[in-house]
């Protein structure tokens, strides 16, 4: 997810710097969404883990 959202905000800099603005916005709000779900989803697998390694233990 994070590889993403970074492929994404370098195409929106490169975009941005070549004059394009309506893809430059685009690929930066692609890279802030991806960005967000990937942070989600990493605490909600820590919250997760957490959970599973206090029931075994």
Do not use: H, N, Q, S
């Amino acid at each position: 997810m994070f590889k993403w959202a970074l492929i994404f905000a370098v195409i929106a800099l490169v975009a941005a710097i070549l004059g394009f603005g309506g893809i430059a916005g685009t690929a930066a709000g692609i890279a802030k969404i991806l960005f967000f779900v990937g942070l989600a989803l990493v605490a909600l697998f820590v919250i997760l883990g957490t959970a599973a390694a206090k029931k075994v233990t």
